[in-house]
């Protein structure tokens, strides 16, 4: 039976600390799903497509790996749906592991079968966060060693047609 874990995240945009934490996963886990949530709470830059679009982008060539999109309903009902035994989650600080720690112990309520793993990126990316990239990036910052070239390049194309439309 292969060992399938789901990644789940708001990825906007999707990071090299998100890229470091699902090469981690892959040594530990056959399959891993990168879930990409659809959160009506938070405002994000890029459209749940255009995440999808980079992220496939990105891990084309990294066997193992899928890109869905979780566009309702509880993440651990999705991880059963798809019999992922694990939810795994970057951790950069112990901020992050609070939250982290209060959402897998109600996911393991919800879905006793399923395991959250904790993955730490390496140091170079424990202060790099989808917010902060795109901040940096909006007031034209350099942010190429941070995210995948895709991406860079999707992040200037938004930028512009932000601008355009707020002309």
Not at 31 to 57: A, C, D, H, P, Y
Not at 144 to 160: I, N, T
């Amino acid at each position: 039976m292969k060992r399938k874990a789901i990644y789940p995240g708001t990825f906007d945009p999707f990071t090299n600390g998100h890229l470091d934490v699902l090469d981690r996963a892959l040594n530990i886990f056959d399959e891993v799903e990168v879930v990409i949530g659809e959160n009506s709470q938070k405002k994000t830059l890029f459209t749940v497509n255009e995440r999808l679009e980079m992220i496939r982008e990105i891990v084309i060539e990294f066997p193992g790996v899928t890109v869905a999109v979780l566009h309702d309903g509880l993440l651990a009902n999705y991880a059963r749906q798809v019999e992922a035994r694990a939810i795994v989650r970057g951790v950069r600080q112990v901020k992050d592991f609070e939250y982290e720690f209060q959402m897998s112990l109600l996911n393991r309520h919800l879905y006793p079968e399923v395991t959250t793993v904790f993955l730490m990126p390496n140091v170079k990316y424990t202060y790099v966060a989808s917010s902060i990239i795109r901040e940096v990036a909006m007031l034209g910052g350099d942010v190429s060693k941070f995210v995948h070239p895709c991406v860079l390049a999707m992040l200037h194309k938004k930028l512009q047609e932000n601008k355009k439309s707020n002309s």
